[in-house]
């Protein structure tokens, strides 16, 4: 009898212990994943929003680039918003040497995408595209790359003129 009540307690001991690691940290682990997702998607609508905002007041992203003196830059992350600040700045008197990505290699509209560790162009500055990484982005490459990295979101931030009116 007693030896059926030890087995009985330590089979659902066992039970609850699998329970825990096999449902409960993997439903735990997600949750975190998916609140980091909303995260990064919540600051990415944040900074698109800011960017109509900035087109819709008729100011251009060279206007910041020929303030601080940047005539050469490399692009940071060539997905979504890579892709958009390259197309605006085609045609204008920013050069963008190439575009830099951990994920992406080859070239996009005949830019060269390169990884950070094969990149070696002498640029004025790198703007960090992924925004919700910027830090880790910026600490990894100020350790390879000796130049100004910068957010596009600071780039943004400091372009937009938020009036009264803007929500």
């Excluded at 609850?16 to 990064?40: A, C, H, Q, W, Y």
């Excluded at 050069?95 to 070239?107: A, E, F, P, Q, R």
């Excluded at 950070?116 to 100020?142: C, G, K, Q, R």
């Amino acid at each position: 009898m007693i030896i059926g009540i030890i087995f009985t307690i330590v089979g659902m001991c066992i039970g609850i212990g699998l329970s825990i690691k096999f449902i409960v940290k993997p439903t735990i682990d997600e949750l975190k994943n998916t609140r980091l997702e909303s995260e990064k998607y919540s600051e990415l609508f944040l900074l698109m929003n800011e960017w109509v905002y900035i087109k819709q007041q008729g100011k251009d992203f060279t206007d910041y680039f020929k303030n601080h003196s940047y005539k050469k830059i490399a692009i940071y992350g060539m997905s979504h918003v890579g892709k958009l600040l390259l197309s605006e700045l085609r045609g204008t008197d920013i050069v963008v040497t190439s575009g830099m990505d951990k994920n992406i290699s080859g070239d996009y509209e005949g830019l060269p995408i390169v990884s950070p560790d094969n990149f070696s162009d002498n640029v004025d500055m790198i703007v960090v595209t992924p925004v919700f990484y910027f830090d880790n982005i910026a600490e990894m490459l100020s350790k390879k790359i000796n130049c100004p990295i910068i957010s596009i979101e600071t780039i943004i931030n400091e372009m937009v003129d938020l009036g009264e009116n803007y929500w």
